[in-house]
């Protein structure tokens, strides 16, 4: 049982590591945006990203692991490419919403790929699902903005 907990305190760490990313990806985002409905949208997001982030450090705290602090090299890279798309691109937003579109995709197959190759607790299943489900619906919203440019 001792490795099944240290198994599932690595990987919601992973999913915390990129639920940090997605929450800075989302904050820049919407500093590098005049749009105000989209930088309410962004700022909205990163919001829903920290309360995941809170949800997921209570999960990995449930399994009597060390909570991770920081964010991945790959996220900061990420957001590095935001900032080069908002300074040399003639349609900020839409690059903006690209990039945001793509860091969704990913984030949806890590949640896949967590609760798919892990063998969790119904209640930590239940709570990966409903994050997992959150990041779709915004995908699609965020989608459903990106043909409005």
Do not use: C
């Amino acid at each position: 049982m001792n490795t099944d907990r240290e198994e599932v305190g690595e990987k919601l760490n992973a999913l915390l590591e990129k639920t940090y990313d997605a929450e800075k990806g989302f904050k820049k985002a919407a500093e590098n945006i005049e749009n105000e409905s989209l930088k309410n949208y962004f700022s909205k997001k990163a919001e829903e990203r920290h309360a995941f982030g809170e949800e997921l450090k209570k999960e990995i705290r449930a399994f009597h692991q060390d909570v991770d602090k920081g964010g991945s090299v790959s996220g900061t890279a990420h957001r590095a490419w935001m900032d080069i798309k908002s300074l040399f691109s003639l349609d900020d937003e839409e690059s903006m919403l690209e990039e945001a579109v793509r860091g969704e995709k990913a984030s949806v197959k890590e949640y896949k790929a967590v609760i798919n190759e892990t063998n969790l607790p119904p209640s930590t299943k239940n709570i990966l699902e409903s994050q997992k489900n959150r990041i779709e619906n915004g995908l699609y919203n965020t989608k459903s903005l990106e043909e409005s440019f």
